[in-house]
């Protein structure tokens, strides 16, 4: 198999899951290729965390600035605990929910094998075993630790399914492992346990409040030191739609799409411009369809979203923060990243 150059985009290889295609996708990670694959998540843009070339690929690929570390991801926690140096707090969160989606940033180890590119020079290591038979097929089958940040173009709303996928990058990835719509729908949790405490640093997939039951007291707020936030990525703009949204609207004006959550549609809605988290009001379902409504309204000739309130907890926190992003002013471009 030839391995794309950046350069030179030709047609990605689409490879329907089986043990054939995991194999497949494993062997070309390992020579240094990128493959997209599902996580239960978003879909993830794989390489080679320990290889230099391959991670400046990606990067280039998705238009990431280089100081945004990615996350490593590996197919056991084993493996994760070998990468870092984990605290008694992060070994409790790590048995507790991995795998799954949470993401836990701690020391890196002294001899860990992924370079310095790939953690932005940074002493830390975010580190994650995602909870899908594929992903971890693909992982195992790779052999090594590999980086994968969500597989859109920096800045974009993260891919649910492949089509999202191929919408950003067809052609320059080597290959896209395809399994249908992801289960989640948001990222991972991330938490960092660098010291003795243990902060939150993105809302995801696995809520706060469960985080809190398993250490037995609440997370602290993310660290910073008045210039800096301590995840290099969370900066304010990001996820960001075409279109203006507005978030908690209590009525839709004339030429806007809704996006809803549960019912009555607010007054002012149009059916025909309006598509809704999840009727019934579960979080866990307006999560799994966050990303492929917005890219759908996005898609449409109005003048902006209006989106429904969101309950501030459990799921609810990861899907307000996204929101909350995709309508943050983007006069500052460079600040759109993963
Ligand atoms: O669910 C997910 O986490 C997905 C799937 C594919 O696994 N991945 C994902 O990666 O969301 P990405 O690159 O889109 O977001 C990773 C975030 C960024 O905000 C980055 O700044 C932060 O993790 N991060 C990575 N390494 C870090 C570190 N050492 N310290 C603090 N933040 C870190
Ligand atoms: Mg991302």
């Given at each position: ?9 030709h047609?990605?290889l689409?490879?329907?899951a089986?043990?054939?295609a ?12 990128l ?12 390489a ?23 996350i ?7 493996k994760?605990l ?5 605290s ?9 929910f ?5 993401t836990l ?8 094998p ?13 580190i994650?075993?995602?909870d899908h038979p ?5 992982l ?9 940040p ?8 993260s ?7 191929l919408?950003?990058?067809d ?11 992801t ?6 949790t ?19 409040e ?20 301590l ?5 304010a703009?990001?996820?960001?739609p ?9 009525a ?11 019912t ?6 149009d059916p ?7 009727e019934?009001g579960s ?17 449409l ?6 989106a ?25 471009a460079?600040?759109n990243?993963?």
């Amino acid at each position: 198999m030839t391995i794309n150059s950046p350069d030179a985009p030709h047609a990605t290889l689409r490879l329907a899951a089986d043990a054939n295609a995991s194999r497949k996708a494993g062997a070309i990670l390992a020579g240094g290729g990128l493959v997209a694959f599902p996580t239960e998540t978003v879909y993830g843009l794989g390489a080679d965390a320990t290889d230099a070339k391959a991670i400046a690929r990606l990067y280039a690929t998705k238009g990431r600035p280089l100081f945004n570390p990615l996350i490593a991801h590996v197919d056991t926690v084993e493996k994760a605990l070998a990468l870092g140096k984990f605290s008694q707090q992060a070994r409790r969160l790590a048995e507790a929910f991995w795998p799954g989606p949470l993401t836990l940033v701690v020391p890196a180890a002294p001899d860990c094998p992924v370079c310095e590119l790939a953690r932005a020079g940074l002493p830390s290591l975010a580190i994650r075993v995602p909870d899908h038979p594929v992903a971890r097929a693909v992982l195992a089958a790779a052999g090594k630790p590999i980086a994968a940040p969500s597989a859109n173009r920096s800045g974009h709303v993260s891919p649910t399914n492949p089509a999202h996928v191929l919408a950003d990058l067809d052609g320059l990835l080597d290959a896209l492992v395809e399994a249908g719509p992801t289960q989640i729908g948001v990222e991972s949790t991330i938490v960092a346990c660098l010291d003795e405490e243990v902060r939150l640093l993105r809302p995801g997939g696995v809520p706060r409040e469960a985080l809190a039951r398993v250490l037995g007291h609440p997370l602290s707020a993310p660290r910073t030191d008045g210039t800096k936030p301590l995840a290099p990525g969370r900066l304010a703009s990001h996820y960001a739609p075409r279109h203006p949204v507005r978030l908690d609207a209590t009525a839709v004006n004339p030429g806007e799409a809704c996006l809803a959550f549960g019912t009555p549609l607010p007054p002012g809605a149009d059916p025909a411009l309006t598509l809704n988290l999840s009727e019934s009001g579960s979080l866990v379902e307006a999560a799994a369809n966050l990303y492929r409504h917005l890219r759908a309204l996005d898609a449409l000739p109005v003048t902006g979203i209006a989106a429904m309130g969101i309950p501030d907890a459990a799921l609810g926190e990861a899907i307000r923060d996204r929101l909350l992003r995709a309508a943050a002013p983007r006069e500052t471009a460079q600040e759109n990243f993963t």
